[in-house]
């Protein structure tokens, strides 16, 4: 066992600080290559589980912003849809930053809504006890619609965008 991988096992820090310093350097050599590809590969799952699942949640509100109103229409003017309107702002707020951060996510954000699809109908399902039939088969909303900040789907029974219009 080296230096660096008795650092990688007790120090991840120091570790990380080292290869740094060795990339720096230039010194290619010294690479701990076996745990460094390791950290960059787990680096790439991370972002894209924090992008799916950040889609997932965002999905799950803007359905159960458009497709619960049915059951709530009753009891419009006082449900407070001020949670869901911050859930779906803080969405996609980090979602803007992870994208920033990681740009070269922007590429995989089709089949990434996709198969987050499948995973926000269940969530909208578990979360309004609608069942899972009341919702479209395939995302019903474009990407621009997903990342735009004043985008608040309409409600099947018309009512105005935003949600707050009274039925």
């Known amino acids: 066992m080296t230096d660096l991988d008795t650092l990688y096992e007790t120090d991840y820090s120091a570790w990380a600080e080292r290869h740094v310093q060795l990339l720096r350097a230039g010194r290619y050599s010294e690479l701990d290559v076996k745990h460094l590809v390791e950290e960059l590969s787990d680096m790439g799952k991370s972002e894209q589980r924090e992008l799916e699942n950040r889609l997932t949640i965002l999905m799950a509100h803007l359905l159960k912003w458009e497709y619960q109103y049915r ?13 869901w309107r911050a859930s779906l702002i803080e969405q996609r707020n980090r979602l803007e930053k992870l994208l920033k951060q990681a740009p070269g996510l922007k590429a995989r954000l089709p089949s990434t809504i996709r198969e987050a699809y499948a995973d926000a109908v269940g969530l909208a ?25 004043t985008f608040y789907p309409v409600h099947p029974e018309g009512q105005a965008e935003g949600g707050l219009a009274e039925p």
């Open 125 to 149: 399902s578990d979360e309004s006890g609608l069942p899972s039939s009341t919702f479209p088969d395939q995302c019903p909303y474009s990407t621009e619609q997903l990342f735009d900040k």
């Open 71 to 83: 059951t709530l229409s009753e009891r419009w003017r006082e449900f407070k849809v001020d949670s």
